[in-house]
């Protein structure tokens, strides 16, 4: 259990501030939990203080019931984490075996046997044993980030922090990734921090949306979902101006009869053609966004 | 709990950071070869050892910490400061700690001597006091400015201001701050002083880097 109060963290000192988290609240239980924010929004932050990286400025974090904001509990959390960063370092001249060896002896797992037991056992996980003699530097995007995540679970973490783990991903490489983050949600608490909302929806039953350092949504993805009923329209329309009016398109395809635009918005009354839809997941989060006063860029 | 592992501190242990090292001990072999029968043979050892050394030390010292790929990864372990410290500036002073003993076993089989020094172990201190000292000072600094350049360049600029005006230094305040003393000045009345003096600052030093790296924030 992960309970957050009031944390604030201010990078900067003087005039050159950034406050980039505003008094965040979050109860987080077992299970995957979904992190859903704009680019800037914090949530990167949010993890490195979870990962007992960073100092936050105010505010209390615990996880587990250690205080994260003490030296100690740092120490204390850093034993029962799994951490993936959004931007992976590794040793590129190490085989994948040998990367995942290391940082299980820097997690302490001392015993030799029990530790290269482990070591294949997590590169098997991920599906990587057929791969563990090769080293780093030739593997693609998608294998790094599986040894990431290898490296991650070696120490059978009962907190697993994944920040941004799809970036970059070819679609089937994502669909395996996030398949597997489930998986590894049947036991612990998972933490998955994207941009992506269809990888949210995919993966999550309960998500918290952050925006501006604050979280703006807490529910499920339905709930989420749910949020954007009424304000979802589809239009099709032959003229070269794309609606404006206040409404957000989500997406727009070329026809023959000419633009389809999906758009999200408080009305459009201005735009008698336009027939409401069923929200989908993103609506509800660029409804969201929208509401709470997030620009967005249109398209 | 172990959490060390010299094979792979050697593993993830920069090549390149050794091959620099590796060409000046081979130069300086060879200009030993080369000055061998002439009156600036007795020199070679002492620069080499108690300046060349300690330089090339404390720039890789400098860039020891923040450049480590997996820094982000290796802050999310349990791993205390002091103990990346240990394992990070550790190696750099084994390998230079090589370099010099190798340095010292060639230059008395080509026939030199150290009879400056008082004995084989002022020899050793006259190379092992700089060069900690340097490989403390590029570590604090690339630490307090999170940048490891900068650390190399506070490296580079003491050494050639103590080595330009080790004169003035000797004969002021700033002989306790004068890491040549040891290799260039060995008969100085306050040698002793000096080295107590240069290692105790590199003993704060050490613990200053300590306490900077604990703000892992600062660096990722």
């Known amino acids: ?299 | 709990m172990k959490r060390f592992s010299l094979r792979y501190a050697l593993m993830t242990y920069k090549l390149d950071q050794f091959y620099l090292p590796l060409a000046v001990f081979g130069l300086f072999i060879v200009v030993s070869l080369i000055m061998k029968d002439t009156p600036q043979f007795t020199n070679i050892a002492r620069i080499y050892l108690g300046t060349v050394l300690p330089l090339l030390g404390g720039i890789l010292a400098a860039y020891a910490i923040l450049e480590d790929p997996a820094l982000e990864l290796r802050f999310a372990t349990p791993i205390s400061a002091s103990r990346t410290l240990f394992e990070r500036l550790g190696i750099i002073f084994i390998s230079q700690a090589i370099f010099a003993l190798f340095f010292q076993v060639i230059y008395t089989l080509l026939g030199g001597n150290f009879s400056q020094f008082v004995n084989v172990w002022y020899v050793q201190l006259a190379w092992i006091i700089p060069t900690i000292s340097l490989m403390m000072l590029g570590c604090v600094c690339s630490l307090l400015a999170a940048n490891s350049t900068i650390g190399a360049l506070m490296v580079g600029m003491v050494w050639l201001v103590e080595l330009i005006a080790r004169g003035w230094f000797a004969e002021n305040f700033g002989k306790y701050f004068l890491v040549f003393m040891g290799p260039l000045m060995p008969e100085h009345p306050d040698l002793i002083a000096n080295q107590i003096s240069l290692f105790v600052i590199s003993a704060v030093l050490l613990l200053c880097s300590t306490a900077l790296l604990r703000r892992q924030e600062r660096y990722i």
């Not at chain 1, 003699?133 to 059978?156: P, T």
């Not at chain 1, 799809?166 to 998972?190: H, K, Q, S, W």
């Not at chain 1, 269809?198 to 709930?223: K, M, N, Y």
């Open chain 1, 1 to 299: 259990m992960i309970k957050i109060n009031s944390l604030t963290k201010t990078y900067g000192t003087g005039g050159k501030t950034v406050q980039a988290l505003n008094g965040l609240d979050l109860v987080i239980g077992q299970g995957m939990f979904g992190l859903l924010g704009p680019n800037g929004a914090g949530k990167t932050t949010l993890m490195r203080i979870l990962a007992g990286i960073v100092n936050a400025t105010s505010g209390s974090v615990n996880v587990d019931g250690i205080d994260v904001n003490t030296e100690a509990g740092k120490m204390e959390v850093k034993k029962m984490l799994g951490y993936l960063p959004q931007e992976l370092g590794m040793y590129p001249e190490l085989v994948a075996a040998q990367f995942v060896d290391y940082m299980a002896i820097l997690k302490g797992l001392d015993n030799p046997v029990e530790r290269r037991e482990r070591v294949e056992n997590v590169l098997n996980m991920v599906g990587l044993s057929d791969n563990t003699g090769r080293k780093i530097k030739g593997f693609s995007g998608g294998m790094k980030r599986r040894v990431g995540i290898a490296q991650a679970l070696v120490n059978d973490p009962k907190l697993l922090i994944v920040d941004e783990p799809t970036a970059g991903l070819d679609p089937e490489e994502r669909i395996r990734f996030r398949n597997l983050l489930v998986n590894l949600a049947a036991n612990r608490t998972v933490l998955l921090s994207t941009h992506i909302v269809e990888d949210i929806g995919q993966t999550c039953r309960d998500l918290a949306v952050i925006a501006r350092g604050q979280v703006v949504f807490r529910g499920s993805p339905a709930e989420l979902t749910q949020a954007a009923s009424g304000h979802v329209w589809a239009l099709t329309s032959s003229a070269l101006e794309k609606p404006d009016h206040g409404l957000t398109i989500v997406s727009m395809l070329h026809l023959a009869e000419g633009t389809q635009y999906r758009m999200v918005g408080e009305s459009a009354a201005d735009y008698p053609n336009a027939q409401p839809v069923q929200p989908g997941l993103e609506d509800g989060y660029v409804w969201l966004m929208k509401s709470a006063g997030q620009s967005i860029d249109t398209l």
